[in-house]
């Protein structure tokens, strides 16, 4: 069993920052890929980032490419996200998710989600 509980996310002007941070409890999180996805209000859920299980491999979603991070601490169990240069079309509820593989579109490979954090990005 992994719960996944995130923190760090806010209100925000455009072209600020924010780290988002998702803490694991559980001793098997280092055996699992993580991923970031978001759902802004009246859109479907959408991929923005992932990690493998080790960080030597991620994926990042073209809206976000060139802005947006991700990394990992197996020691720490957590997966962050830095998100820079925020635009207002970034706003939405991020939930972390372990994974079962780092190519993983949010359905069929999600064993544990965590509750969300909001992120409001105003213009």
């Known amino acids: 069993q992994v719960q996944l509980v995130e923190s760090g996310g806010g209100l925000v002007q455009a072209g600020g920052s924010l780290r988002l941070s998702c803490a694991a409890s559980g001793r098997t999180f280092s055996s699992y890929a993580m991923g970031w996805f978001r759902q802004a209000p009246g859109k479907a859920r959408e991929f923005v980032a992932a990690?493998?299980?080790?960080?030597?491999?991620?994926r990042i979603s073209d809206s976000v490419k060139g802005r947006f991070t991700i990394s990992r601490d197996n020691v720490k169990n957590t997966v962050y996200l830095q998100m820079n240069s925020l635009k207002p079309e970034d706003t939405a509820v991020y939930y972390c998710?372990?994974?079962?593989?780092?190519?993983?579109?949010?359905?069929?490979?999600?064993?544990?989600w965590g509750q969300g954090t909001q992120v409001t990005v105003s213009s």
């Open positions: 990690i493998d299980t080790n960080g030597y491999n991620t």
């Open positions: 998710a372990a994974t079962t593989q780092l190519y993983c579109s949010g359905y069929g490979c999600v064993p544990y």
